[in-house]
């Protein structure tokens, strides 16, 4: 069971990293960004394609794929920031899932529908506890996902940058008037998110299924992990990342139910979304 768990702390890792990435677009753009794992992806599938046709070297091929899936979320943000600059939040987001269809249309067509051969860029074990080894793998994804939020804590809080982006997602009419220019840093927003999840995707999918659709759709375990946290707040989308993870590979570890790990996210979010409501549910029936 120990052993399930921690295994499960390597996908749980990259959950709250995509979660964070999420936190940061519906706080700071006002976007749920359902293509965020998407670009990651497709930017992981081009690096496989530089490395198995083009002869690239692995570490050239992995950081030109992390930079073309910052460009492909960029190039969506400048969309947003373009043409949906006044839309809800709704609105925004929903725009979101035609990159997350056309990227997935497009690996097919490129790559094929089969998983890609991506090369570890992390391989082995990191060290043993207890009997139980924990690979680099594991590490690097619970470690990235907790520097990340707290980089982007300290980011928000104790820089300019920061304060701009903050004004911007609170009063975007007076930020704006006070001179902030809000299209190039939302786009950046977008780019950072894009790189971040490229760079997490590229190090975890040798180990995870990485098809096209089920690297597309990790976006929503990442959501889980955000609706825990309200998507406002970092370090409970952290937990509830490492949370999801670790039960998949409890109950991935147990036969009679190891069939229900593919539906753990969707249970999460559902018993969330209860719980939030849970005043209103109950005021109604009162």
Avoid: H
């Amino acid at each position: 069971m120990i052993e399930g768990a921690i295994a499960g702390l390597a996908a749980g890792g990259l959950y709250a990293v995509l979660g964070v990435c999420l936190t940061l677009m519906s706080r700071l753009v006002r976007v749920v960004n359902f293509s965020q794992a998407a670009t990651g992806m497709f930017g992981g599938f081009c690096a496989v394609w530089l490395v198995t046709s083009a002869g690239m070297p692995v570490w050239l091929a992995a950081t030109l794929g992390v930079i073309l899936g910052g460009l492909l979320s960029a190039a969506i943000g400048w969309i947003a920031a373009t043409w949906l600059s006044e839309a809800s939040t709704t609105t925004r987001s929903a725009m979101t899932v035609g990159p997350l269809l056309l990227l997935i249309s497009l690996s097919f067509i490129l790559f094929g529908n089969k998983p890609q051969p991506f090369a570890p860029l992390i391989g082995g074990p990191a060290f043993t506890v207890g009997g139980v080894v924990v690979s680099q793998v594991t590490v690097a994804t619970v470690v990235m996902a907790i520097v990340v939020a707290l980089g982007a804590r300290l980011v928000l809080t104790r820089t300019r940058v920061g304060t701009q982006l903050r004004a911007l997602s609170e009063r975007p009419t007076t930020a704006e008037l006070l001179g902030i220019r809000s299209r190039p840093l939302s786009i950046a927003v977008w780019f950072v998110t894009g790189v971040i999840s490229a760079i997490v995707i590229v190090i975890v999918a040798p180990s995870q299924s990485n098809d096209a659709t089920s690297l597309s759709m990790l976006i929503i375990p990442a959501a889980a992990a955000s609706l825990l946290g309200g998507f406002s707040r970092l370090d409970l989308t952290v937990v509830g990342g490492l949370a999801l993870g670790l039960l998949s590979g409890l109950v991935a570890q147990i036969d009679q139910v190891s069939l229900v790990r593919n539906f753990l996210p969707f249970l999460f979010i559902v018993v969330l979304l209860l719980w939030t409501q849970r005043k209103e549910v109950w005021d109604a029936a009162r």
